[in-house]
């Protein structure tokens, strides 16, 4: 059957014209012209705006499928790079027109995939688009770096929710419902609550994402994680393997003492509720015991014992060690009552108060030196913890290297490492820019508020015994060699310096 029909493809990348390319109505008239004056009287046009790597593009798919069907003799388009830029694209379309003998026309040439030299013609002008292709996402690339480095200013898809994009001043503006959706996360996270109770009690109120969903745990660490909220702007280009931040991009939402004080509090306890317990709060100390052996958090539960002259009592505890190492042996670390942890905690807790009395002293006399010290204690310790970081993540790769360690297990324990040295990284930073702009008024009303939590914390419900156990330490290591040995607890405050 003879082809009397021919197939004027149309595309642009942008819908805004700006002069500087063709636009849809041009290539349009262009390729009509060309039909009238080469005597085509049919043709089929497809006309789109997407871009010159995708694929998947509705309109070049219908007109594929047409040549599929033998329906054109001949493909029309005003230039090769209309139809892609992408060289293993442009390879394809050549096969399917090969396949089905079309042949391509532009304006300016005819290609006849029969003919050697138009083949070489068309080759060369696949590498040319590709190429130019590459150059103008490395020139975008530069541009989005430079915007963020140099301009201070975001960028991004869709601005995050508390704020709303003007296109006009090009920044972001805080959205006045949703920051203060915003500010509430913030506080609730700054009293202790995880991200799920905090997605419950937004739910409970009606507040709605910015979609019109629901809020889960997840979404609400996403925001309370993102420093956008901070003022800063972010941008990772792998194709020039560079990533710049900027800060006063825009005005922020949280503090930096704020954003600090949640990202340690999430990275002490866990955020979401357990199949089992739902979030359910045994003692004081839930989430905060971790094994002194192998480091990794030890699970609470209750114990019931019987006898006859007690007859039955129970009582908390955290359980033996349930954790293996590489080798396949378990962590050999006995377990304790909570009880008896509980008390050496506030014993310890006593001692902090009185350190922190002996600071705030020093403060209202307009000494900051040994602010000053415990801060450069603190950067020290955060240095010398990032560089453990590395040789733990080393050596976790040398056990995965070695067939000591299955891939999922590896790429589980690649990620919390990567977690614990990017909230260490981001304390660091947070320290080093405290101790240039020290300010005496903050850490008095600091160590005020932490007095008054560790003054109170007798006569607290369970649930804020928890939450201030939270707020105060960011976790309780416990030794132990066997059922009657002494127990050795260690406690690591947070740095509310």
């Known amino acids: ?98 396949a089905n003998d079309v042949i391509l026309e532009t304006p300016d040439t005819t290609i006849d995939f029969k003919d ?68 509430q996360m913030v506080e609730l996270a700054l009293k202790g609550d995880s991200f799920s109770q905090i997605a419950d009690k937004l739910n409970e109120l009606g507040i709605r994402t910015q979609k019109d969903n629901r809020w889960t745990a997840g979404r609400v660490q996403k925001i309370l994680k993102n420093r956008t909220y901070l003022g800063e702007a972010e941008y990772n280009s792998t194709r020039l393997n560079q990533k710049v931040t900027a800060t006063d991009c825009h005005q922020a939402l949280i503090t930096p003492d704020e954003f600090d004080t949640i990202q340690k509090l999430s990275a002490s306890r866990r955020n979401y509720r357990s199949k089992d317990n739902w979030g359910k709060i045994k003692t004081p100390l839930d989430s905060l015991v971790y094994c002194g052996v192998c480091k990794r958090k030890m699970s609470i539960q209750i114990s019931k014992k019987h006898s006859q002259a007690r007859g039955h009592w129970s009582f908390y505890q955290a359980r033996k060690c349930i954790h293996y190492n590489p080798d396949g042996t378990r962590c050999p670390n006995s377990g304790c009552k909570i ?37 450069k204690q603190r950067i020290e310790s955060l240095q010398a913890d990032l560089k453990k970081q590395d040789v733990k993540m080393e050596r976790l790769t040398d056990l995965y290297l070695d067939a000591s360690m299955e891939k999922d297990e590896y790429e589980q324990r690649r990620k919390e490492q990567l977690e614990q040295t990017k909230a260490l990284t981001s304390e660091l930073s947070y320290l080093e820019n405290k101790l240039t702009n020290l300010d005496v008024s903050h850490l008095e009303d600091k160590y005020e508020e932490i007095v008054g939590m560790i003054n109170n914390y007798p006569s607290m419900p369970l649930e804020e015994k928890n939450k201030t156990m939270r707020l105060l330490i960011s976790r309780i290591e416990l030794k132990k060699e066997n059922t009657f040995a002494t127990p050795h607890i260690s406690i690591s405050y947070m740095d509310n310096i």
């Open 339 to 375: 009880d008896i942890i509980e008390a050496v905690v506030l014993e310890s807790l006593e001692e902090y108060k009185i350190q922190l009395l002996a600071k705030l002293e020093s403060l209202q006399h307009n000494d900051t030196s040994e602010a000053e010290a415990t801060i």
């Open 1 to 98: 059957m003879r082809k009397n029909k021919v197939a004027l493809y149309i595309r642009k990348s942008r819908e805004d014209d700006n002069g500087k390319e063709e636009t849809l109505h041009n290539q349009e008239q262009t390729l009509i012209k060309l039909c009238d004056s080469r005597g085509y009287k049919q043709y089929d046009i497809f006309k789109e705006v997407e871009s010159s790597i995708k694929l998947d593009r509705p309109e070049l798919l219908k007109m594929m499928k047409g040549i599929q069907q033998g329906k054109y003799s001949k493909l029309l388009i005003t230039h090769i790079d209309r139809l892609g830029r992408e060289i293993g694209l442009l390879d394809d379309l050549k096969k399917l027109c090969v």
């Open 116 to 183: 050697d030299n138009h083949d070489l013609m068309y080759g060369f002008s696949s590498v040319l688009a590709d190429f130019e292709y590459k150059r103008i996402r490395h020139r975008l690339a530069t541009g989005k770096v430079n915007t963020v480095a140099i301009r201070h200013k975001w960028i991004g898809s869709q601005a995050p929710f508390g704020y709303t994009y003007d296109r006009d001043e090009k920044i972001l503006k805080p959205n006045p419902q949703q920051k203060d959706v915003y500010r």
